[in-house]
């Protein structure tokens, strides 16, 4: 079975004494990667799905001791280091004073993965400080797509290593055309797994519709005591005209009747269970930066065409958006609505975003990087355009 770029960053600290922690939204293949990271493991080992009612037993127990010394013995382990795989550990919140109890007096290693960062924050206390190691798996890139449709060798995806100025080379038309097709399948489908590797047009759409109902059937039910979901889904309904648009929260109040600080609960809630992103305003000032309005973007494309219909431009730059965010902290710029910068990375190099790219453009965003002393911009182009510092998303 092909694997994601992430199973290859995860391999390399199996031997670590910290535990694996792996989180995402549903459906992205956190089950599918723990799996292939279990048959690596040739040490005694043990799955658990904390789904499973019976699974939670084994970890119940007031006497820690005793849980370990169970689980040792249906391990079959000989004085050997125990690992545990931890399915769903949201769905028991207790667990993680068993997981720091067995790390620190057995040195017993944790993969375990859970639905939701919003939820891993609050599980998670600052007692596993220095004893974990957290993992966002995102739905795939464009060059995990190219991979998972058999048009990208696979060494190429494991020596793969996230520095964004490895992308920042010029393209021929050529190589353009090679994948362009693909890209543009990719930004209206998304990349979920079981969508990417789905031929048929009509199915890819019934998996994304089945994705957003899980959403509100496990997710909101699980991690939230929200007591109306048609809030939540109404707020959705109204955040996807704005995708790629800096939000008024006064606005949003008045158009929904929800008040701002119930308003700021839910896209908190979105954002943590990786259902959206909220991207600051770009400022050497960290406190200005956490003030200023956001941007919203949506965590998948696919989603965002189900959910609703946005134009060409706001579907590319939300497309970008999740490409780049791998790479760093994603910021952006804007001068009274009179100057921006869609995008800028570790306040380093910054992105416009262009249905296609011109020279006018490129010179309107140079003279904005002077300004703010940014070292380097460049153009984002879905067309292909042979004008300096273009590059295209096919190649983030």
């Not at 007692?127 to 060798?153: A, Q, T």
């Not at 021929?172 to 079981?194: A, N, R, T």
Request: aromatic share 14%; proline share 3%; glycine share 4%.
């Amino acid at each position: 079975m092909k694997k994601r770029f992430l199973f290859y960053d995860l391999k390399k600290y199996l031997e670590h004494k910290n535990a694996l922690v792996i989180t995402g939204m549903r459906q992205v293949g956190k089950t599918t990667l723990m799996k292939q990271l279990f048959d690596e493991v040739s040490a005694p080992k043990l799955w658990f799905d904390l789904d499973n009612p019976l699974d939670m037993l084994n970890f119940e127990n007031i006497n820690y001791d005793a849980i370990y010394q169970s689980l040792y013995k249906q391990s079959g382990a000989k004085n050997e280091r125990l690992y545990l795989f931890i399915d769903e550990i949201q769905n028991l919140p207790e667990i993680t004073k068993v997981i720091k109890y067995l790390i620190d007096k057995y040195g017993v290693k944790f993969i375990v993965s859970g639905s939701s960062n919003f939820y891993l924050k609050n599980l998670f206390p600052e007692s596993l400080s220095g004893r974990k190691f957290l993992f966002i798996l995102r739905p795939m890139s464009f060059k995990e797509y190219l991979f998972f449709n058999d048009k990208m060798p696979e060494n190429e995806i494991s020596n793969e290593e996230l520095d964004i100025k490895s992308v920042l080379k010029k393209y021929s038309l050529l190589e353009f055309k090679k994948y362009q097709m693909d890209y543009l399948d990719y930004m209206e489908y998304g990349g979920f797994p079981e969508v990417v590797v789905t031929k048929d047009v009509k199915t890819k759409k019934e998996i994304l519709r089945n994705i957003f109902a899980s959403f509100f059937e496990k997710d909101i039910r699980i991690l939230s005591d929200f007591k109306d979901i048609r809030e939540l889904r109404d707020l959705i309904l109204l955040l996807v005209p704005r995708t790629g648009n800096i939000l008024d929260i006064t606005k949003l109040s008045s158009q929904t009747g929800i008040n701002r600080v119930k308003l700021y609960g839910y896209l908190e809630f979105l954002q943590g269970v990786f259902f959206i992103k909220l991207i600051p305003k770009f400022s050497a000032s960290i406190d200005r930066a956490v003030a200023g309005g956001k941007k919203v973007y949506f965590a998948d494309t696919g989603l965002l065409n189900v959910i609703g219909r946005v134009n060409e431009g706001q579907l590319f730059e939300n497309a970008v958006a999740n490409q780049l965010e791998p790479y760093g902290e994603l910021s952006f710029y804007n001068k009274r609505n009179t100057a921006e910068i869609d995008f800028i990375v570790n306040k380093e190099i910054a992105f416009e975003v262009k249905l296609k790219s011109s020279e006018k453009d490129l010179s309107r965003l140079q003279s904005l990087c002077d300004k703010l002393k940014i070292k380097n911009g460049y153009m984002i182009s879905l067309n292909y355009a042979d004008t300096e510092n273009t590059i295209f998303p096919m190649f983030i």
